[in-house]
T-cell receptor, first 112, second 110 residues
């Protein structure tokens, strides 16, 4: 099925560990995004890639890095996980920048 | 900084009643206003997108309006069904990102 695929779906990390969240889309979209969702706060943008080869910071980039590996894939890396990074992470893509989003099903991350 | 507010946070209605969900935003210089649906433990599904030059969009039982001058958007769901139970989020497209409200969780009682 066409869409946005995120892996893993669930992850538990210890404080200080690192990990990479993977995201791939098969809709030939140009723009990709990483959001985090916390209870009562809506979604907040971490990083985005308006087009292949570019990445920019969003609202809450501290503690994260991203890589736009190619047009299909956009990964999010936590170098040294902290409990404050416990959240649900969503990857999204759009054909035109900031227009017509498709979201993945999310990664539930717990940092203990 | 753009702020998006959705009130109420939760809503419970009997089946068949029309739903009215409210969204307000602080900066009227938006590109578009988008409504999403989120089921528990799932991602977001796009419902409607209203361009800044438009006043409303319709899809089936859903109708969304946009009033930039007052900083408000409203999502109407006609003749609600138990399958409409979900969290509904609005987001305004401004500059390079979407600014999301915290959502309204809707329960439609059979």
């Amino acid at each position: 099925n066409a869409g946005v695929t995120q892996t893993p779906k669930f992850q538990v990390l210890k404080t200080g560990q690192s990990m990479t969240l993977q995201c791939a889309q098969d809709m030939n979209h140009n723009s990709m995004y990483w959001y985090r969702q916390d209870p009562g706060m809506g979604l907040r943008l971490i990083y985005y890639s308006a087009s292949e080869g570019t990445t920019d910071k969003g609202e809450v980039p501290n503690g994260y890095n991203v890589s736009r590996l190619n047009k299909r894939e956009f990964s999010l890396r936590l170098e040294s996980a902290a409990p404050s990074q416990t959240s649900v992470y969503f990857c999204a893509s759009s054909d035109r920048f900031n227009y017509g989003y498709t979201f993945g099903s999310g990664t539930r991350l717990t940092v203990v | 900084k753009q702020e998006v507010t959705q009130i109420p946070a939760a809503l419970s209605v009997p089946e068949g009643e029309n739903l009215v969900l409210n969204c307000s935003f602080t900066d009227s210089a938006i590109y578009n206003l988008q409504w999403f649906r989120q089921d528990p433990g799932k991602g977001l599904t796009s419902l409607l997108l209203i361009q800044s030059s438009q006043r409303e969009q319709t899809s089936g039982r859903l109708n969304a309006s946009l009033d930039k001058s007052s900083g408000r958007s409203t999502l109407y769901i006609a003749a609600s069904q138990p399958g409409d139970s979900a969290t509904y989020l609005c987001a305004d497209g401004n500059d390079y990102k979407l600014s999301f409200g915290a959502g309204t969780t809707v329960t439609v009682r059979a």
